[in-house]
């Protein structure tokens, strides 16, 4: 069993920074790929970053893209989200996600993902 927990939300002005972590336990968490989700009430969850399980490899979406950042510290069993110049429409619970086993790959599919921590909700203010 995977738990996943996020932490670093808040309430922030437009063109504020926050950082998002997200710290796993349960399993060897250098073996898996992690990501990132944000879902804003009655819309459905939104895939923003992904990390492969060496932190060689990341994919962010268009709409976060040159603003967000994801990386990974498998001593520390901890994903981050460093988001940037924060607009309005970032506003979102955000989640991290973890694969049911380990693999080399990764996805930008919700559907993918087996494990979810329980979302930290971030605000941003125009």
């Known amino acids: 069993q995977v738990q996943l927990a996020e932490s670093g939300g808040g309430l922030v002005q437009a063109g504020g920074s926050l950082r998002l972590s997200c710290a796993a336990s349960g399993r060897t968490f250098s073996n898996y790929p992690m990501a990132w989700f944000r879902q804003v009430s009655g819309k459905e969850r939104e895939f923003v970053a992904v990390?492969?399980?060496?932190?060689?490899?990341?994919y962010l979406s268009d709409s976060v893209k040159g603003r967000f950042t994801i990386s990974r510290d498998n001593a520390q069993n901890t994903v981050y989200l460093q988001m940037n110049s924060l607009k309005p429409e970032d506003t979102a619970v955000y989640y991290c996600?973890?694969?049911?086993?380990?693999?080399?790959?990764?996805?930008?599919?919700?559907?993918?993902?087996?494990?979810w921590g329980q979302g930290t909700q971030v605000t941003v203010s125009s």
């Open positions: 990390i492969n399980w060496s932190g060689g490899i990341t």
């Open positions: 996600a973890a694969p049911n086993s380990g693999t080399y790959s990764t996805s930008t599919s919700p559907g993918w993902y087996r494990y």
